[in-house]
């Protein structure tokens, strides 16, 4: 049993497909968080649920990349800092249509006050997808 006054953050892990900025379609994991009541807290919005893996196998995390994120920032009293901070795929490509629809979704997400957007990153070299 956790401490008196510590709280349990639960969670829920979904499979996202992820098209790459250099174009391979893997699927990823995406982290929810739910409240003490069940609610979530992290924005799944539509547009990143149509890309949802319909399986409830086990999905890895990305090992040579990270992918293309937007961080939703929430006021939470509850916080030392008073904000959570929650980060959500961006499951398509910058060139897709549904790129700055899912981010606009996220914007217009209940509660969220600002959104921070990070691009995809690769901890190794790319040459080898063109190769």
């Known amino acids: 049993m956790p401490p008196i006054g510590f709280k349990v953050r639960r969670y829920e892990d ?4 992820y098209d790459s900025d250099i174009g391979f ?8 968080y739910k409240s003490e009541n069940g609610e979530i ?12 893996v319909p399986t409830d196998c086990k999905i890895p995390v ?3 990349f990270t992918p293309r994120v937007a961080i939703a920032c929430f ?7 008073g904000e959570s901070r929650l980060k959500v795929m ?23 006050k600002a959104v921070e957007y990070t691009g995809e990153t690769h901890t190794s070299s790319i040459k080898r997808y063109y190769d």
């Not at 807290?41 to 547009?47: C, E, F, I, K």
């Not at 961006?90 to 217009?108: F, G, S, W």
């Open 25 to 32: 379609t893997v699927p990823l994991r995406q982290r929810t």
């Open 62 to 64: 990305s090992r040579d």
């Open 14 to 17: 979904i499979g996202i497909y």
């Open 90 to 112: 961006i499951a398509y490509r910058p060139r897709d249509i549904n790129h700055n629809l899912q981010i606009q979704e996220v914007i217009n997400f209940p509660n969220v």
């Open 75 to 81: 006021e939470n009293p509850n916080n030392l800092t």
């Open 41 to 52: 807290q992290t924005p799944v919005t539509a547009l990143l649920l149509v890309r949802k």
